[in-house]
């Protein structure tokens, strides 16, 4: 089992930066891949971000490649979400969740986190 807390979320102008960390609980964090998910008002949730277990290997969302940099630290178990030149179509409730694969499915993770909103304005 393994609980997730994201934290970092909040107000920014359009061209801000924000970085989401997601901390997890238990001594198994280091065997699962990360993912970032978003869900804005009235719209599916999306996936954002993924890292393997390892971070060797890092997978984005069109929207947000070269904006966003997903990263790990394994002994701190935490991961986190650099969030550049931002939008205000990257205000979302952002999600961090723990699976066995770095997928883009949501169903490919098993545990989620409750989300942080980042709200970027115009």
């Known amino acids: 089992q393994v609980q997730l807390v994201e934290s970092g979320g909040g107000l920014v102008q359009a061209g801000g930066s924000l970085r989401l960390s997601c901390a997890a609980s238990?001594?198994?964090?280091?065997?699962?891949?990360m993912g970032w998910f978003r869900q804005a008002p009235g719209k599916v949730r999306e996936f954002v971000a993924a890292i393997s277990w390892s971070g060797s290997s890092t997978y984005y969302a069109d929207s947000v490649k070269g904006r966003f940099t997903i990263s790990r630290d394994n002994a701190k178990n935490t991961v986190y979400l650099r969030m550049n030149s931002l939008k205000p179509e990257d205000t979302a409730v952002y999600y961090c969740a723990a699976g066995s694969v770095a997928g883009t499915d949501g169903y490919e993770y098993n545990f989620w986190g409750q989300g942080t909103q980042v709200t970027v304005s115009s």
């Open positions: 238990g001594r198994t964090f280091r065997s699962y891949a």
